[in-house]
């Protein structure tokens, strides 16, 4: 099960486990998602589309072995517009796919962010650094939604699946040269896409919401996705 199955990498995760073999069934209200992402997969036999909110309470008939919960607004111009949708979904969306994954006994991944450690006195961060966050800053909605998103499978809810994060780092593209729909931070975008095309190494680049420095990794879906089905699996008993 795949919450957010019509954004960027829940579309590709879809894919993935499909071509391996598995049946998905996919929820995503569309908030920043589309249906193009999925448009491939209409009449697929093993793939089930249900258009909802997922902070409303989630209902899936039969077993599920895995909960992937990737809903949220992720792109800093959809939070910023978003901050009510992104602080509901990372709290009461994360506690319903919590609990789904508690009663189906299925595993449970969390796409956090490294947003979570704010502006960050430590650099890189290990999972022991408990960040710099500013909780009423611009940003706030999509940190805070994600701290508390991290915290939940930890609190006395004795969620007793296997539970992970995974902290995608901030990029959102495949391959370069085929637009992504939904993508909107296209200015940096097209500058990085520049300077790989010149062969020449990734300049840091000014958070959009003030002056200083924000240095970022920019990693493939492909191996994103792959570090956490591996993750999943080695948890798999
Ligand atoms: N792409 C990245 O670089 C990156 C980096 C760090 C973390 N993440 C996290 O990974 C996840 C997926 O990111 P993405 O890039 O695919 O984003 P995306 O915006 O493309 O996809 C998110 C999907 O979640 C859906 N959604 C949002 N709120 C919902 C709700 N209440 N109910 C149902 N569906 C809802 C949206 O409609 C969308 O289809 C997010 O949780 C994001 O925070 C992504």
Redo the contacts with the bound molecule.
């Keep these: 099960m795949i919450?957010?199955?019509?954004?960027?990498?829940?579309?590709h995760l879809a894919d993935r486990l499909l071509a391996r073999g598995h049946s998905v069934i996919g929820?995503?209200?569309?908030?920043?998602?589309?249906l193009v992402?999925l448009a491939h997969l209409a009449g697929h036999p093993h793939f089930h589309f249900v258009q909802?909110?997922?902070?409303e309470h989630l209902f899936v008939p039969g077993p599920v072995d895995y909960v992937w919960?990737?809903?949220?607004?992720?792109?800093p111009i959809?939070y910023l517009e978003l901050p009510i949708?992104t602080l509901?979904?990372g709290s009461l969306?994360t506690l319903n796919a919590l609990g789904l994954a508690k009663a189906k006994n299925a595993r449970f991944l969390?796409?956090?962010?490294?947003?979570i450690y704010g502006d960050p006195h430590v650099h890189p961060q290990p999972e022991s650094y408990w960040g710099n966050v500013n909780t009423i800053g611009p940003r706030g909605c999509?940190d805070e939604s994600?701290r508390f998103a991290e915290l939940a499978p930890g609190v006395p809810l004795q969620v007793e699946t296997i539970s992970g994060f995974a902290?995608?780092?901030?990029?959102?593209k495949d391959e370069f040269w085929v637009p992504f729909p939904?993508y909107r931070d296209t200015a940096a975008f097209k500058g990085w896409v520049e300077f790989t095309k010149k062969g020449k190494a990734i300049p840091s680049f000014k958070a959009p919401e003030g002056p200083g420095k924000k240095d970022a990794e920019i990693?493939y879906?492909k191996g994103e996705l792959e570090r956490s089905t591996q993750w999943l699996r080695q948890h798999t008993a």
């Design positions: 919450t957010g199955v019509a954004g960027f990498l829940g579309s929820y995503d209200n569309l908030i920043t998602g589309r992402n909802q909110d997922v902070t919960h990737f809903a949220s607004p992720a792109s959809d949708q509901k979904v969306g969390l796409t956090s962010t490294s947003e999509y994600k902290k995608p780092m901030n990029w959102k939904n990693a879906q």
